[in-house]
């Protein structure tokens, strides 16, 4: 009955913010035929442009997600159950010395979700597509669940009402044609990681599906900035 209730909610929720994106921005999908039907699960490795990215991917499948998120958000007792409602466990979990984040998404994989995992592991706010981190590829050997690729396209730099989106999937990596399994090392995996970012990179900063303002990013994430005063100090000595 909870699990039923929490796929109600979780359809209901979708719905509202649907209405919402594409009545305020102009969101288009390509290459949704690239969705494995042959998996009851996959993971989307994206592009990270903004915090409306897991919202826009979610979008791209009729499917249920989850996703990690920040363990202060679990702190709320009636918040936490709602959001776990809708999929969410969080990254680290200080009452459990035992909880470990792997396993959980291991845990959903298996119960059908789908999952979005941002391999760059911070945001990139000028459209270019950074390095991956190879934990995309270690959850998708330990399951046995392919990758899709997903670019993320802006028009701009700033996102503002009616901004025109683009969410690009493109065919799916699976591990065993990589040679991996559970017990594959991070090494081992590094080509199918190259191999998934190139398609990211490819979909993102070759043949734009429509004009791009390449404007100054307004809001920056945290290692933009860092990197920025890095290269500014550099300059200056």
């Known amino acids: ?102 396993d959980e998404a291991i845990k959903h994989l298996k119960n059908k979700r789908y999952m979005t995992i941002f391999p760059e592991g911070t945001r990139h706010t000028d459209g270019k597509v950074g390095k991956g981190k190879s934990g995309m590829c270690v959850l998708s050997a330990k399951s046995g669940v392919p990758i899709v690729p997903v670019g993320i396209i802006f028009d701009s730099n700033n996102l503002h009402f009616r901004s ?24 081992q995996m590094r080509q199918m990681k190259d191999d998934v970012m190139n398609a990211i990179r490819t979909m993102v900063e070759e043949n ?13 994430s945290s290692r933009e900035k860092a990197r920025e005063a890095r290269e500014k100090a550099s300059k200056e000595a």
């Open 1 to 102: 009955m909870i699990k039923f209730l929490g796929k109600l909610l979780y359809l209901f929720v979708v719905l509202l913010v649907r209405i919402a994106m594409f009545f305020y921005y102009s969101i288009r999908f390509e290459g949704r035929e690239n969705i494995p039907k042959d998996s009851d699960a996959v993971i989307f490795a994206s592009n990270h442009r903004s915090y409306l990215d897991p919202v826009v991917v979610v979008l791209a499948a009729p499917h249920m997600f989850c996703f990690a998120a920040k363990e202060p958000l679990f702190k709320t007792p009636v918040f936490a159950q709602l959001i776990r409602a809708l999929g969410a466990f969080p990254t680290t979990w200080a009452k459990d010395p035992d909880y470990n984040m792997l």
């Open 164 to 187: 025109k989106i683009c969410v690009r999937l493109g065919k799916p990596f699976y591990p065993e044609d990589y040679g991996l399994t559970e017990e594959s090392n991070p090494l």
């Open 208 to 220: 734009p599906p429509f004009h791009i303002i390449h404007d100054e990013p307004k809001k920056k």
